[in-house]
């Protein structure tokens, strides 16, 4: 009867998950720009995220997804390859410098740029219940201006899907077809309020 009670109890609570949704998410943006400055900002780099997480296959996917995002606000794609070239030259050439607000300016002088956006990927993390898994993503952002280093705008968001299963077997299959919509769901919540290209807005 107690295991009866308890199971009745599990299959409530996992209802009452699935009915408030399968995401939930936090958000926390901050800007920084004066109108002037956000003018001034066309190209913007996209520099290797911050693997707070060690997830490299999930690093490398909300960098690919925050690049394509700036493009759909106006901002030219510029190319990983051409940014990693420049940050390796820099790093062998000023091993000093660890500050932001001069590292960003430095960058941005050797690459004739206007911003450069920062990732921190601080969570990916998969967790499996009995009948349920959750996937959580957080991470930060920051764009920074390339020619003083001031921060322009900030966000912060983390967000948490979850999935339904009766075995671990499903549970993965779900989970790992969830993953990749995780993460363009933390991007698009986190990049909605970065201004778009001046460019579009004319």
Known sequence: MFRKINLLSYSALLALMILAGCSVGKQAAVMKESHSNRKDVRLIAVIPVLNGASDQQAALMLRDKVLNALYFKGYPRIPFQLVDEK????????KSLQDKVEYSRVLGEKMKIDAILYCDLKENRTVYYPLYSPISVAADFELRSA????????????????????????????????????IQELVDKAMQSLPESPDVLG
């Open 87 to 94: 940050q390796n030259d820099l790093q062998h050439e000023e």
């Open 147 to 182: 020619r003083t280093g001031q921060l322009l705008w900030r966000n912060s968001h983390s967000t948490v899907r979850r999935n339904v299963g009766i075995s671990k077997t499903s549970l993965r299959l779900k989970t790992s077809q969830d993953y990749e919509p995780a």
